[in-house]
Structures are given as C-alpha cells and as structure tokens.
C-alpha cells in the first residue's frame, strides 16, 4: 500500500527556466518574497522559518512535510515580506474590531512587533505591488509615499487575497489612520440608538456585522436585508445553517428582511432612506453595505494566469489523486491536491507560487485554507532551494488537499457550525467560547500560527 511519503517522493522536474535564469542567486543569497502577509503570507513565511530549523510548521498535521525531514537542510536564504498594510490585520474578527472600540487596535498587530519575524534574514517592506516581471525576476511595488521600487526574488508566493470595501475590511494602510477610521464609525453606531443602523447583504459577513452590532448596542434597532430567500444563500452550506442562522439572529432581535433588493439613498441631514423593491421604505442613521462584492488582488499579473474572475490559476495535475487519498483515509479530505505553483496555458511557471483567497480553488474562502495553503507553498520552495544545493536530492513536493466544507459563523452572541465530519450543524452560545474564544478567533490564529510574542510599538 502506498504510504504518504511514497507519494511525496515522486521525482519531478526542476521548472522550467529553474537553470537559465539564476541572476540574482549569483550575487547574494536566494529570495523568497511574500507577496501580501495576511493569513496565507503569515503562514509562508513562518512554515520557511520552521523549516530553517526554527519553530514548527503551521498547521503541520494537516499535511506530511515528511520528504523534507531527511531533506539537506536550506539555511542560506532571505525572506521579504511586502504588505500594503504596516501589520497584520485579523480579517475575520472585523465585525467585533469595527464594533467594539476596545477590541479594535487588538485586531491590528504591526509586523514590527512580531519577536519571531525580528531575524536578519528576514525583511518587512510596506507597499503595494504593481507589477512582476518573471523575465528578469523582479517585482515593482509602490512605497507608501508613491515612488516605485524594484525587489528582486528567486521565488514569490503571491497571497494577496481579494478586495473587499471597508467597513467589511480596514481601507487604512497604517494602523494609525486605521485607528481613526473605526473610531469615527463605532461613534456613528453609537449615535444611530434612535433610528438604527441597515446592513444589506445576508451573506457571512452582513450576519455577522448585523449580529455583533445587536449584541453590543441592545438599544438599536439594527435591520438586515437579503435579496435572496434565505441567508448565507451563496454558500455550499446545508439548509439548516441557514436556517439557525436566521433564527438566532430573529431571537436575538435583529429584523431580517429576505427577498428584497434595497436602494439607498442618503438625506441631506446624513440619515438615510432604504427603499424597497415592494415600495415600502426604511428610515435609518445608517447604512452597511455588506454585499458579497470582492474582486482578487491580482491586478500586478498578467491575465495568462488569470481566471475569468481574476484568481490565479494554480497547478492541480502535479500528485496522483488516487494515491493521495488511498493514503489519506479520514474523511475531512476531498478532492484535488494541489502543488500551489501559478500556471499559464503553457503549464507551470518556474518561480511563482499562489496561497490564499487568491488562488482559483473552489470552495469557501476562509482563513484556515489560507493558511494551509501558506505552509504548502513554502514548503514546495524550500523544496527547490533545497534541489537547487543538492541537484542528486529527489525534488518532491507537498501537495494541498483540499478540505470537506466546514464553517462557523458567528451570530451575535452565540454562534453556528457545521461540519461534515462532526455531525452536521450545531448552534447555541456554548459553542462561541470553543470556537471563537472573545476575540472572534484571533488569540486562536496567532497561537497556531507560533506568533503567540507580539511587543506593541505604539
Ligand atoms: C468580515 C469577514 C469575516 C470573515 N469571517 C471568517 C471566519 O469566521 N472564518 C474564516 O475562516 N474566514 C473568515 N473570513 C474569510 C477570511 O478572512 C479570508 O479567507 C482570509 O482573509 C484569506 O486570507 P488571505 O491571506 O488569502 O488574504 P487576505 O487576508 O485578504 O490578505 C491579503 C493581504 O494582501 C495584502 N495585499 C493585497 N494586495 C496587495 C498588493 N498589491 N501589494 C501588497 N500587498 C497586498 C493585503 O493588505 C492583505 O494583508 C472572513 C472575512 C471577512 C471579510
């Protein structure tokens, strides 16, 4: 019977272009740069630590990692992290960071703080990428105050997620304006306790905006509206999430309007009239617009690596599904294992990996699968720095397997889950501390990840 490492250790073939284009290895050490540090780039870069030898891979027992145990080691290369934002932004926990004052700046941690990021072979760049030239392996990225700047790599892995407008995400690239943006909006919650606050849009995030508001201001009407008949209607979930969903938000107060497409329009006193498509009209202090609109943060690539909606098309062929899941028998697991290399219609790209809610993987876009993906796509470079040492090393790499759906979602102060594996659907107020613990999962995350040591700097 095949056994997990058998499958790891299939020989392939160095990229292509992998020898002819070594001109920046020439002259200093190799570089892998982290393209966007959220969830997915957290993880890449401390899965390339641990495999220095320094701390253990996120997430390890999701996948094997056994070819590289044996591996000679790869010590002698630099990691650049470049992000847009001066620190890690905790996505996930937005409906609470942007409701609750005190729990905003929890949810913003400069990179600058991390103990574990503070090593000499590893750089924090802020700035937005524009564009990679994979010719001469070089990226364009611009500084926070507008010049362009050229970095190059060895390898990238490109984890810069999608666009989502704020107040779902943080629009503020620094932690201080950052500050600021949620300070005047968790004011303006607080000023609309007489003719209450909208959120339009019923997918996750609207449920759990609508939610955490009701929970921390029991005085405001808080109104949540959805066009289709029932939440979370985009969602592979089952119909009871779905349906808990919607009934712990009723009990919990909140009014659910189902089957209605709204029209907003705002009065010159700053207030706001909600009209529907029945005729009937709402009168609110505001509005948040919740709409599952999010566009990949992809537009530095070229479209041969695009899909149609703007995800990166990442390889899928590279290990024999068969073999993966003969050795693989708990049931979390589905479908195709991927490698994480970014193809075009010629196949993979030597250099460029992908992780994240960027990649073109179907399925629900959550941080767990960010960070899975994270730790896979480091682990496949490592594998080549390795090679690129020890060209007699057989180069195999990590596949990503992806996993059964499974969600969480938290409804005000209590929450709902479902998983295929566990039993289905489950819901009610004790399951928020095992799940979410106060900080929607934050504390949880950090721990996983190994970055448990943050000294805040401001
Ligand atoms: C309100 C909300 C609630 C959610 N709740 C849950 C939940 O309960 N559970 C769950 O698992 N998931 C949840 N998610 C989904 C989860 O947040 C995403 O799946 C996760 O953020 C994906 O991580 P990522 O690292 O791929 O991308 P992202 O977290 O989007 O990070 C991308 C990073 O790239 C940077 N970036 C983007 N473009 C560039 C560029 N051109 N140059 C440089 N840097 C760039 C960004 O600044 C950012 O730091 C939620 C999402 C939202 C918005």
Known sequence: MATYQNVHRQTVDLPRGYSSHTPYTNLRNPKVVIVGCSYAGMSAALTLVALKGDGQIPFASWGDYAHLKMAPSAKDFDITM??????FFH????PLAHISPEKTKVMWKLYEGFSELKRPDIDFVQGTVTSIDSENQMIIYQAPEGKSQPLNYDYVVISSGLQRPWPVVP????????????????QRI??????????????????????????????????????????LSKEPLPEEFKLRTLQLLRQQGVNVILNQRADVEELPDGTHHVKFNDGDRLHTSMVIMAMASSTPSSQFLPSSVLDSTGSIKVDSKYVLISKVLRMRSDADVQMYPHSLRVINELGPLPRLFAA????????????RTAMLMGSVAAANIYSLLVAQNNPSWSLAMEPYIQIKPKMAISVGDSAVCYSSVDGGVQFGKGLVKPLFGSDLGWSKILAALGLSIHEDAC
């Open 190 to 231: 607080t000023e609309a306790q007489k003719l209450g606050v909208v959120v339009i849009g019923g997918g996750a995030v609207g449920v759990e905006f609508a939610g955490k508001i009701r929970a921390h201001h029991p005085e405001t009407p808080v109104t949540l509206v959805h066009s289709r008949d029932q939440l």
């Open 171 to 186: 629009r503020a690239k620094q932690l201080t304006s950052y500050l600021t943006d949620a300070s005047t909006f968790t």
């Open 91 to 94: 996505s996930v926990g937005a």
């Open 82 to 87: 470049v992000d847009e934002r001066d620190g």
């Open 356 to 367: 994240g809610d960027i990649t073109n993987i179907p399925g629900i876009k959550l941080g």
